[in-house]
């Protein structure tokens, strides 16, 4: 079974950074897609980046040009550097595998 670890969230000011990261379980991690998402209080998940085997990205509108997408296969970890955070970025934030395997989240809460 695949498992799916997220660490490194908390609590930031507006204006800061944090770094994601997320450990997968398992022999296949280098052929996984991989995403973020994430939900904040009263609203539905969503989806924030992805990243394919072939280290293409794609972002959210909300986060494009603030948040950036990696992996590294060696480690089997994926990766969500997020800079400029804003309020509204305050969520639990989830690392999905594959399109079927998620994490437990980690929460990150963006306030002065």
Do not use: H
């Not at 997968?24 to 998940?45: C, E, T």
Request: net charge positive; proline share 3%; hydrophobic share 35%.
């Amino acid at each position: 079974q695949v498992q799916l670890v997220e660490s490194g969230g908390g609590l930031v000011q507006p204006g800061g950074s944090l770094r994601l990261s997320c450990a997968v379980s398992g022999s296949s991690f280098s052929i996984y897609v991989l995403a973020w998402y994430r939900q904040a209080p009263g609203k539905q998940r969503e989806w924030v980046a992805g990243i394919t085997t072939s280290d293409i990205t794609n972002y959210a509108d909300a986060v494009k040009g603030r948040f950036t997408i990696s992996r590294d296969n060696a480690k089997n970890t994926v990766y969500l550097q997020m800079n400029s955070l804003k309020p509204e970025d305050t969520a639990v934030y989830f690392c999905r595998a594959q399109g079927m395997y998620w994490g437990q989240g980690t929460q990150v809460t963006v306030s002065s």
